[in-house]
Structures are given as C-alpha cells and as structure tokens.
C-alpha cells in the first residue's frame, strides 16, 4: 500500500471574495446592510408561514395579528394586504410579505407593530385612499371571473373601509342595503359610486344630489329611500 505523501499543498494565491469586498467600503456597508433585513424579514416570514404552501396562510395571519396586538379584522391588517399587494385572500405570498415589509422598513414584529400607525396615515392620504378602496373590494373577489361580492359582505367592508370617514353616510346606506330586496350581490362600479356619493353629495339633506347624472340606479334607489324617510 503506498505511503501517504506527506508533502504540504501549495499555499493559496487567491482570497474569498464576497459582494461586500468589490465595492467602496461606504455603499459594501449598506449593500450588506440591506441583505441582513432581506435575511430577517425572510426569517419572520417563516415563523407564520405554512411550510408546505410557502405562504403565510389565514392560520399564520391570526398568530401574526396575535402577535401585533390586533384582530383580524381591523382595517389594518386589511391595509398591511394592500401595501404587500397581496393577491388572494388570507394569505401572504413570500415576495408579498418581503416586498411590504421591506416598504415599511419592518425587519421584526416590533418595528412592524410600529409601523402600523404610518400606514393607516399614508392611506389617508386622497389618491392612495382610492386605490385602498378599490382594492378593498378586489381582495373580497375570492373565485375565478368573480365580479360581484354579496351585500353581506360588502356591508362590512364600507363599515370597515368608509366607517372610519363618512360614519353617518355609511350606516344609513348600510340600513338601506339589508332592508332592499333587488340586489344580492354588487359589483366594482357600484362599491366605487358609493364613495363618489359620500365625497360629493350633501348629507343628509342631498340638496346637491342630480339623478340625471351618471350615477348607479342603487344610488337613485338609496337616495329615494332617504326622501321618503325625511318626508
């Protein structure tokens, strides 16, 4: 059997190189900076994660409303979907979770707890209140080519979205929707006239209110069921 050679390897001539080390010392230091709250932001996702769907699922978002001391179904976990972008509801994918987190500068439960109170004031914002509203209502359409969501549930949501804003407008338009019987179910044209009417018409005496202008016969309906209250 031969004998083991006993000689040394030649000594290396080439170093380790990482990312950090090809570039200036100033942007190498934000450039790993910004990996560790990649890394820490991928590692909280994993505590609430499902691991055999590689999604946070509705179980993973009830310890993680646990965790940031609100329920459920408080606007703002509604509002953290929206920043995430998230696409179904009840779950937050992987690059969901890492592209609203990393938004709000989140890397751990506390910051993101933190956070919360920001967001709920970006949204307050007119123009990105809007898209919250309309996504509000995407994220209730549940099943393929769903158009419309049930009065029920849309009930909730202007309680949830437009309570906050419009709380006079919402509960009595809220009242008029459980007590009609024509519609089911509205649709996306629909739950956003429901804004425009709280952001232009006078309430409640509806002085500025045009039938002749485009609004959805709901609307009309609503508005019609207020005046025979009044009368």
């Given at each position: 059997?031969p004998?083991?050679?006993?000689?040394?390897?030649?000594?290396?001539?080439?170093?380790?190189?990482?990312?950090?080390?090809?570039?200036?010392?100033?942007?190498?230091?934000?450039?790993?900076?910004?990996?560790?709250?990649?890394?820490?932001?991928?590692?909280?996702?994993?505590?609430?994660a499902?691991?055999?769907?590689?999604?946070?699922?509705?179980?993973?978002?009830?310890?993680?409303?646990?965790?940031?001391?609100?329920?459920?179904?408080?606007?703002?976990?509604?509002?953290?979907?929206?920043?995430?972008?998230?696409?179904?509801q009840?779950?937050?994918?992987?690059?969901?979770?890492?592209?609203?987190?990393k938004?709000?500068?989140?890397?751990t439960?506390?910051?993101?707890?933190?956070?919360l109170?920001?967001?709920?004031?970006?949204?307050?914002?007119?123009p990105?209140?809007?898209?919250?509203?309309?996504?509000?209502?995407?994220?209730?359409?549940?099943?393929?080519?769903?158009?419309?969501?049930?009065?029920e549930?849309?009930?909730e949501?202007?309680?949830?979205?437009l309570?906050?804003?419009?709380?006079?407008?919402?509960?009595?338009?809220?009242?008029?929707l459980?007590?009609?019987?024509?519609?089911?179910?509205?649709?996306?044209d629909?739950?956003?006239?429901?804004?425009?009417?709280?952001?232009?018409?006078?309430?409640?005496?509806?002085?500025?209110y045009?039938?002749?202008?485009?609004?959805?016969?709901?609307?009309?309906?609503?508005?019609e069921w207020?005046?025979?209250?009044?009368?």
């Open positions: 059997m004998r083991a050679s006993k000689r040394k390897a030649a000594p290396s001539t080439s170093t380790s190189v990482t990312s950090c080390d090809v570039v200036p010392p100033r942007a190498a230091s934000g450039k790993c900076k910004s990996r560790k709250v990649v890394d820490r932001i991928g590692s909280l996702f994993e505590l609430y499902n691991q055999s769907l590689n999604m946070i699922d509705p179980e993973g978002i009830e310890a993680l409303c646990s965790d940031l001391g609100v329920d459920h179904t408080n606007v703002r976990i509604l509002m953290l979907a929206w920043k995430m972008k998230a696409e179904k009840g779950y937050f994918s992987r690059d969901e979770w890492q592209r609203g987190l938004e709000l500068h989140a890397d439960i506390s910051k993101l707890k933190k956070a109170p920001g967001l709920e004031k970006e949204l307050m914002t007119p990105k209140f809007e898209d919250f509203y309309a996504y509000a209502f995407r994220y209730c359409l549940t099943e393929e080519r769903q158009k419309s969501v049930d009065i549930t849309v009930c949501l202007l309680n949830l979205v309570g906050p804003l419009y709380r006079l407008q919402v509960d009595l338009l809220v009242k008029y459980k007590v009609q019987s024509e519609y089911r179910a509205l649709n996306m629909q739950w956003l006239h429901f804004y425009r009417f709280c952001k232009e018409i006078s309430f409640p005496d509806l002085q500025n045009d039938s002749d202008q485009a609004w959805p016969v709901i609307i009309d309906n609503f508005v207020m005046r025979d209250k009044q009368s």
